[in-house]
């Protein structure tokens, strides 16, 4: 969400440099941090003294931050945690209201460990962490814990975009399928014949492209001939945006909607049109759309959020420290899809094995550059959307992607360097080498084949 910093932050970070927040953390690795005051004073070993605040954008009724209590509540039961323990935060706008939120828990609750779902929470979190050392900070989906100098400052993702490349895995099936039975029309095809896709995005940040790009790339290992158009709702959660883009793109002929936004809008949209005789199918996010789509819901692409919840609770009644960035995927079973919809064509679910276990085993690799393409225009889109310098041999290959790890405040419209990050090499052997140099996704190369709107 949106990377505002406020004059309090940016007054705020030399004291915090020079105070309680120490040296900075490298980022060629997804760094451990060092040891936090957090996490000394707060587990002690002893498990009744922990008193955990979780702050929310959302609520149960936003898939998101439901896929996080879901997380939350099977962690602290499986540590013995009770429920009182933990102190739901709901509804916290990414507003200076999440700053006097986590003081609250901590000088009236008596948390001793912040934990926030939202990326745009990140800044308010920082702004806590550095007047208050001895707690211990967690910035979900967070970009800059590691070189912001705050050692009790926090970042966590799970490496979602290889469930949405299983996602898209399953749509690929269902395409074959339809086109396989001549089921899809001129209409459903593009002017080089291509099945249309349509997804519905919430914004242009890296998480989303890499997560729509996982998901195209998904398809195309089944089905390579598609196109995929992105569109963004500039909102995380709106039901009726969602929805209204779903139609749009049903109205241009494309078979499957994603989507990387937070409601049940776009399935529901899906929903009434095959209702009415158009032929299309849905992938949603985070929780399972069967309730509300079910003679189109495909899957969702989800995270099992307990993995994490598990490890960072457990590291605070130890007494260790909680790892600076923290990112992991099918191998922990912390990334899945939902329960597959009956439309799902017949063998799904055995490509859906093969597939998670190629991820496991290192023979899948989402962003393998031999499977994708990046035309000159598409490096300079890469460049402008987000600085990324991306080099391509003659067949438009990719052999090289920069990517400056600092972070910027762009809230004047011009870029403004606050932590000073390395610049890294994101090709690795062959593949773009996701959320290893930090938690947070950092794919955004614009490939060949998706079509982004302005």
Known sequence: MKKIISIVLAAAMMFCLLTACG?????????????SGAAASAASGNASKIKIGVILVGDETEGYTKAHMDGIDAARQSLGLSEDQVIYMKSIPESSECYDTAIKLIKEDGCSAIFSNSYGHQNYMVQAA???????????????????????MKNAFTDVYQSRYVSGVVAGMKIKELADAGKLTDANKDENGNVKVGYVGAFNYAEVVSGYTAFYLGIKSVYPQVTMYVDYTQSWFDVDKEAAMAEKFIGDGCVIIG??????????ACEAAFKAGTTVYSVGYNVDMLDVAPDVALTSASNNWSVYYTYAFKCLIDGTDIKTDWAEGYDTDAVKITKLGTACAEGTQEKVDETIKGLKDGSIKVFDTS??????????ATLKASGAKVTCDSGNKVTSCQIDLSYYDFST???????????????????????????APYFSIRIDGINEAS
């Open 23 to 35: 040296d900075s953390t490298s980022t060629g690795a997804v760094a451990t941090g060092a040891s």
């Open 130 to 152: 550095q007047e208050n050392p001895d707690v211990t900070f967690v910035s979900m989906t967070g970009d800059f814990a590691a070189i912001s100098g705050c050692k009790n």
């Open 259 to 268: 989507q990387h936004a937070d409601s049940t809008g776009a399935p529901s």
């Open 371 to 380: 499977t994708f393409t990046v035309s000159s225009d598409n490096i300079a």
């Open 413 to 439: 419209g011009t870029p403004t360097l606050v932590y000073q990050g390395q610049t890294i090499e994101a090709i690795v052997d062959g593949a773009f080498s996701e959320s290893t140099f930090r938690s």
